[in-house]
């Protein structure tokens, strides 16, 4: 299976970790924890990679501290 970069992020109000790939329409899902978070995106993405591969709309770069 190709990989791909998550993004992860801690609601605070929720507590649940929501996550997301950059450029892949539809890939986000969350989980109570990060082991929970990724399994639930490896799902997602194999759902959504049935009809075949996904065209990304963008690639992930990097993150820049500007602060």
């Known amino acids: ?6 993004i ?8 649940l970790y ?3 790939i950059p450029g892949f329409s539809g890939a986000h ?10 399994i639930n995106l490896k799902e ?3 759902l959504l990679l049935e009809d075949g591969e996904s065209n990304l709309d963008a690639e992930f770069v990097g993150t820049q501290k500007t602060f």
């Open 29 to 38: 899902s969350q989980g109570e924890s990060i082991d929970e978070l990724i």
């Open 44 to 46: 997602v993405i194999e």
């Open 8 to 15: 992860a992020e801690k609601c605070k109000d929720t507590k």
């Open 18 to 20: 929501v996550g997301f």
């Open 1 to 6: 299976m190709k990989s791909y970069t998550a």
